[in-house]
């Protein structure tokens, strides 16, 4: 693969797809999405290389050195005036063992997201090309090592999204689509005022010896660079930092989503089309934890040392509040987004402990997550194509009826209560050594085992209702699973056992760069002191 620049097509194949299918005619469906298909496909295959090129060994998230596949150069250089001097900005890609995972994630849910659209039959043109434009700004985001570029990618993505949502949606489509753009929005606000910050806080040496303000995130992990009198110098002895960690922390935790920004993520699932809350479920909210991980966590070592207490509680309150909401769902799909917030509550404590088991775990979960909530929105998808119904309690009885849906359905739930030999349980066992072995969140892990119990409660309950119990004859015409939805289910299938039987094929990409990163925290976590928090 030398000299090919890999990330830069995993990031752009999706764009020329968007504009074949532009230039298509409508009257074609079909060609559209076979369109849509392909690029897809090239995805999964170039991220597939990218893997089978990928060196565990090298690691670090704060050195170009430490990044693999990496393409830089000169984007924006314009001249921002006297006390600005020149801006200049970026095209800088490259991947660690922390986006690594979440590349080839982004990669494998938009071709099951893809062929989960195969029915989609209104504005099918309009469909494939915002799906596609989503795509690009996913996996932009994961590659971008300029701010000013990963914010691009953060804001491309909200548009697609929006009439993703709200055209294709279901009855309240437009409330749901209205209310994800605007919690969207105010947390990018957030984060654009601290990237504006952070650029006039640091400069970067180039090669003539001049220095210039920067956006470049490997600069603004190392001290060195900041101004004495940077408006976020870690030398600066205001509170600035505290504040702008937390603001930038909010813009992220919002995508989490994080009690208590979370309100907008169940809305957003039940009217959004199965593709797209597949995509919704396993991507984007991994945005916010990557986020936080790429930027706040090294950028702000002290203040995350000083915070970290903070972040797992509000972990273990996404556990526990998510798993009770969830268990008062009757509607099948606003269940699955409500368990999706409790279980995304262990990357939230995972990334708290600060020790190497834990955020190994926290990524993992990432990864694991992506993978079975968008196996369970797909679930939910396929029933409610055959019932048009979403209640819980409208089924029983299908596991005779149903018996390969039933099979891939156990196999899900067992995966998201965490059951040994399938992902979820590896990654919340790490979740739970690290978090535990740290001494300020110890208690807060005990009170989030609590998390498994009621996760086997509502998955559990959910099941028996459905498929086991009184059959129902209003339901005797509903028919067992075709080709394309075992082509959607049987690679998710494959990646729960395979996961759950040998982590180590994921955890040895990560590992190196999360004890980088853990290392990097420990040894820059007194660069100032903010007093008591």
């Known amino acids: 693969m030398s000299g090919l620049p890999i990330l830069t097509l995993l990031t752009f194949i999706p764009v020329l797809g968007m504009l074949i299918i532009l230039v298509l005619p409508k009257e074609n469906p079909k060609n559209i999405k076979i369109t849509a298909l392909l690029m897809t496909v090239i995805q999964v295959v170039l991220a597939g290389f990218m893997m089978s090129g990928f060196n565990y060994n090298a690691g670090g998230i704060f050195d170009q050195a430490s990044f693999q596949f990496v393409e830089k150069f000169r984007w924006i250089e314009i001249e921002g005036g006297s006390w600005i001097g020149k801006i200049k900005i970026d095209y800088f890609l490259g991947i660690d ?63 697609p999204m929006y009439f993703l949502i709200g055209i294709w949606g279901g009855p309240r489509k437009e409330y749901a689509a209205i209310k994800f753009f605007i919690y969207t929005l105010l947390g990018s606000i957030f984060i654009l005022l601290v990237m504006i910050g952070l650029y006039f806080s640091a400069q970067e040496v180039l090669a003539d010896g001049s220095k210039v303000y920067t956006f470049n995130l490997l600069s603004l992990m190392d001290k060195s660079n900041y101004t004495a009198d940077g408006i ?49 479920a396993g991507v984007l909210l991994k945005m916010g934890t990557y986020g936080i991980l790429r930027i706040n966590y090294p950028i702000f070592p002290e203040i995350t040392v000083q915070l970290a207490w903070y972040i797992g509680l509000f972990g273990v309150i996404n556990i526990v509040y998510g798993a009770l909401v969830a268990m008062a769902q009757s509607d099948f799909k606003r269940l699955i987004a409500y368990s999706s917030i409790s279980h995304m509550g262990y990357v939230l404590l995972g990334m708290s402990s600060l020790s190497v088991a834990g955020i190994n775990g926290a990524v993992l979960q990432m990864f694991n997550h992506g993978t079975i909530t968008a196996m369970l929105f797909l679930i939910v998808g396929v029933i409610y194509d055959r019932a048009h119904t979403r209640g819980i309690n409208d089924f029983g009885g299908l596991a005779t009826q149903l018996p390969m849906y039933t099979g891939f359905v156990t196999v899900a739930f067992f995966a998201a209560i965490g059951l040994p030999g399938l992902s979820g349980f590896i990654s919340e066992a790490f979740v739970f050594i690290g978090a535990f072995g740290y001494e300020p969140v110890r208690i807060l892990t005990m009170i989030a085992t609590s998390g498994i119990l009621l996760g086997a409660g509502y998955m559990l309950w959910t099941l028996q209702r459905i498929f086991f119990g009184e059959k129902k004859e209003k339901w005797a015409s509903l028919t067992d699973l075709d080709t394309r939805e075992y082509i959607m289910f049987i690679p998710l299938t494959i990646i729960i056992f395979l996961l759950g039987v040998y982590p180590s094929i994921m955890l040895d990409i990560m590992s190196t760069s999360v004890n980088s990163l853990v290392d990097f925290i420990s040894n820059n976590s007194a660069l100032s002191s903010f007093g008591g928090i």
């Open 232 to 280: 976020l110098s870690p030398f600066n002895p205001a509170n600035l930092r505290l504040i702008a960690y937390i603001a930038m922390f909010a813009g992220f935790a919002i995508k989490i989503p994080m009690f208590p920004f979370h309100t907008w993520l169940p809305d957003a699932h039940v009217e959004a089309p199965t593709p797209i809350s597949v995509i919704l």
């Open 97 to 159: 063992g922390i986006s690594a995972p979440m590349v080839l994630l982004t990669a494998i849910i938009s071709l099951i997201a893809v062929i989960s659209s195969w029915k989609i039959n209104t504005s099918v043109k309009g469909f494939f090309a915002l799906f596609l434009l989503l795509d690009t700004g996913m996996m932009g985001v994961f590659v971008s090592l300029d701010f000013f570029l990963f914010y691009v990618f953060w804001e491309l993505m909200l548009l």
